[in-house]
């Protein structure tokens, strides 16, 4: 693992305490010799007409005192020297206790995963303490996106619905998270002849949920459905092995209604689930996909 401190950090802490040190002790000792007398005993600096600043010594146990606290920076640094990469006199770095507690962690949740080991999505499933790990995992990586409680929102899909863009089994989530999906769709517009056209292919997809408002355009519009076919099937059910969302059931994952599906049209769409292969090991995948399946399988639960 790379280390999070460069060796300039480390310097530019360093300098910046012994400059800091240093400094503290010119102040002190460049205020610490005993004033010169003078007639009324005050330094002649006056507020207000007449509170007056008296020339006494600082006080010893105040000098004493900020000796000590200046003693006390010089052992700290020496034992913690750049408070990152360098060992100190106690062997301690900032990075070697990351470590430490890094090892600590997988340590005391490594049994944990090994008796998840072996088991598929499937299996977990069913196992309270994979579906509790798997919700933590997601509500620290995923909600971001998906929601807390994995509900979705426009552009990010619901993942408790049971419709499914890449597919639902564990074969195809566990695919999802590893390697991320790519939800592409070109615009479309260039195969229309003019915006009507394209007005009236919006509603016939709109009537193949029973949601066109104008039958006539809809029905106008079917000829220009075919280029939509190629991906969205004849039938507008939709092909999980390109991402292509069934368009039947009124579950729209950028909104839909008349403006969204024309949108769709002309702009297309470029959707990204981020890779997560790299992120987790294949336990927590597994751990993932369960929790992720658990939610439209499980609703008795
Ligand atoms: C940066 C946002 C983001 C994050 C973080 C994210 N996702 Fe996604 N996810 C998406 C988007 C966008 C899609 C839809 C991709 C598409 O349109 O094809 C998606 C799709 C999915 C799908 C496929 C849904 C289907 O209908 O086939 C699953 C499963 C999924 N995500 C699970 C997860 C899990 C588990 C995590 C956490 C490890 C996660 N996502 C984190 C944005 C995100
Ligand atoms: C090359 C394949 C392809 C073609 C051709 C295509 N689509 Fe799509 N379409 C997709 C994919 C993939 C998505 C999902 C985009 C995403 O994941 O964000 C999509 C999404 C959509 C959506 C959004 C669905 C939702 O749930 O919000 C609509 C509406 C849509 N397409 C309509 C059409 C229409 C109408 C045509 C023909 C004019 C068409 N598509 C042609 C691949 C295609």
């Known amino acids: 693992m790379a280390d999070f401190v460069s060796d300039f950090w480390s310097y530019y802490v360093i300098a910046l305490s012994v400059f800091g040190i240093v400094f503290c002790l010119f102040v002190l000792i460049s205020n610490s010799r005993r004033p010169e007398p003078t007639a009324d005993n005050t330094t002649g600096h006056v507020w207000d007409g007449d509170i007056r600043e008296a020339n006494n010594p600082l006080p010893r146990w105040w000098m004493i005192l900020f000796l000590v606290t200046v003693a006390f920076s010089i052992g700290y640094l020496i034992y913690y020297p750049g408070l990152g990469k360098f060992p100190g006199i106690g062997g301690w770095t900032s990075v ?31 196992n309270p303490e994979a579906l509790a790990i798997g919700q933590r995992l997601f509500l620290n990586n995923c909600a971001q996106c998906h929601g807390a409680n994995a509900r979705g929102g426009l552009h990010f899909p619901n993942l408790t619905d049971g419709d499914w863009l890449h597919g639902g089994d564990s074969e195809a989530i566990v695919e999802t998270i590893t390697e991320g999906r790519h939800g592409m769709m070109p615009p479309q517009a260039a195969n229309f002849d003019s915006p009507a056209d394209i007005e009236n292919t919006a509603q016939y997809v709109l009537s193949l949920s029973g949601s066109a408002t104008d039958p006539i355009k809809a029905q106008k519009g079917k000829k220009g459905f075919q280029v939509c076919a190629a991906c969205h099937g004849p039938d507008g059910k939709g092909n999980q092995d390109i991402g292509a969302p069934n368009l039947t059931d009124k579950v729209w994952l950028h909104g839909g209604g008349l403006r969204g599906v024309m949108y769709a049209i002309n702009n297309g769409f470029d959707s990204q689930m981020p890779v997560f292969g790299e992120t987790f090991t294949k336990e927590q995948i597994d751990v993932l996909a369960a929790y992720v399946m658990s939610l439209s399988h499980n609703k008795k639960n």
């Open 96 to 126: 070697r206790q990351y470590h430490e507690e890094r090892a600590q962690l997988e340590a005391s949740v490594a049994p944990i995963y090994a008796s998840f080991a072996g088991k598929s999505p499937d299996e977990l499933m069913n």
